[in-house]
């Protein structure tokens, strides 16, 4: 099952996450990315986790 989503429906809402998330990290997000470093997609995907896990806890 290569690169195939568990839930499909939840593509859009992360999209929308990561450039959220992106934004607020001044990360110049787009249909392209190609042009950003390793550290700059790195640090948003990080940013993404560490916010999913803190709201996760909040939850328990």
Not at 10 to 32: C, I
Not at 50 to 59: A, H, L, P, S, T
């Amino acid at each position: 099952m290569p690169n195939q989503s568990l839930v499909p429906e939840s593509k859009q809402g992360l999209a929308k996450f990561k450039n959220e998330v992106a934004s607020t990290m001044n990360v110049p997000f787009s249909d392209y990315n190609g042009n950003l470093t390793s550290k700059q997609c790195g640090s948003v995907g990080g940013e993404m986790v560490k916010r999913m896990v803190e709201q996760y806890e909040k939850g328990l």
